[in-house]
Each structure stands twice: as C-alpha cells, then as structure tokens.
C-alpha cells in the first residue's frame, strides 16, 4: 500500500509542478520574465555564433547574423524543458540534497542543450533552408523533451545505484 500512496503522489506532484507553471504563465508574461528569457536566450545565441566564427547580433528577440536571422519566442527557451525536468525531479522520491544536486547540473545541461538545437537551426536554415521547419518541429523539438525524461532518467538510475 505505501508503494501505492508515493506512486500517487509522484504522479500528483509531477501534474502539480506543470499545472502551476502553466497557472503562473500569464504572470510570468506580464511581470517579463518571458520577455527576459526570450532577450537571454537571444543574447546566449548570438554571443555563441559569433565565438564559432558566425559574427552575430541580437536586438530583443531577433538574432541577426551573417548566414541567417530568426526570432527567439518562448518556446526557444530551455523553459520548458526546463520545467519538465523540474516536475519530475521534484516528484522522485529523494532527499532534497540529492534533488538539488540533480538542478545543480540538469539545468545548466538542459540551457547547453537547447543552446546546440538553435546553432544547429542556424546553420541548417542556411545550408538547408528547405528542411528548417522539419528539423525544428519535427526533430528537435521532440530531441529536447527527450534529452530533459533522458537527464531525469539518468538522475534517477545513478541515485537507485548508489543506494545499492
């Protein structure tokens, strides 16, 4: 039965933790820290396209380079990959050390992450501008919740095993 009771509340807290985000996103918008995410992520990209040789601008949202320019919005962001993650290490049953060791370096990895798929859109938007939208619907976009369950996963396995 007590196997039951933190099963349920696993689940509870994982449908918590997304539902409250999705509650506060309004919030989020109008205090501006979408915008700010948006404007970071924006700056994060720019900054690194032109460390790779890719001289690079961002003005707001909009990243101008040499090869190709596109706008940041919300879902560019780690944000949601990010409060994927968040949920699920939150509904794990761990201490809470454990649980901030696994934030210590699963959102640091997840910003990495998302900061590869956007070079990555980049550079295909300009070799190959024909498959941009599929490779940004179709395969980064499901790659990224992936990687976040995948990060989760890992966290998970590494605390079973040093239990054992």
Same mark, same amino acid.
């Given at each position: 039965?007590?196997?039951?009771?933190?099963?349920?509340?696993?689940?509870?807290?994982?449908?918590? $933790?997304?539902?409250?985000?999705?509650?506060?996103?309004?919030? =989020?918008?109008?205090?501006? $820290?979408?915008?700010?995410?948006?404007?970071? &992520?924006?700056?994060?990209?720019?900054? &690194?396209?032109?460390?790779?040789? !890719?001289?690079?601008?961002?003005?707001?949202?909009?990243?101008?380079?040499?090869?190709?320019?596109?706008?940041?919005?919300?879902?560019? !962001?780690?944000?949601?990959?990010? $409060?994927?993650?968040?949920?699920? +290490?939150?509904?794990?049953?761990?201490?809470?050390?454990?649980?901030?060791?696994?934030?210590?370096?699963?959102?640091?990895?997840?910003? =990495?992450?998302?900061?590869?798929?956007? +070079?990555?859109?980049?550079?295909?938007?300009?070799?190959?501008?024909?498959?941009?939208?599929?490779?940004?619907?179709? +395969?980064?976009?499901?790659?990224?919740?992936?990687?976040?369950?995948?990060?989760?996963?890992?966290? $998970?396995?590494?605390?079973?095993?040093?239990?054992?």
């Amino acid at each position: 039965m007590n196997e039951r009771k933190a099963l349920v509340r696993a689940w509870l807290t994982l449908v918590g $933790v997304i539902g409250a985000f999705l509650v506060l996103q309004p919030a =989020l918008i109008s205090f501006g $820290v979408v915008r700010w995410a948006n404007q970071m &992520t924006a700056q994060l990209l720019a900054f &690194t396209l032109s460390l790779l040789g !890719t001289p690079s601008s961002a003005q707001g949202t909009l990243v101008r380079s040499e090869i190709f320019s596109l706008e940041i919005i919300f879902e560019c !962001t780690a944000i949601l990959p990010i $409060v994927l993650f968040l949920a699920a +290490v939150f509904a794990t049953p761990s201490p809470k050390r454990a649980k901030l060791w696994a934030l210590a370096w699963g959102l640091p990895a997840i910003v =990495l992450f998302n900061l590869v798929r956007l +070079v990555s859109l980049v550079y295909i938007g300009h070799l190959a501008p024909k498959y941009f939208e599929t490779a940004h619907l179709f +395969v980064w976009q499901p790659l990224t919740i992936l990687f976040a369950l995948a990060l989760w996963l890992v966290w $998970v396995e590494r605390r079973r095993a040093s239990l054992l």
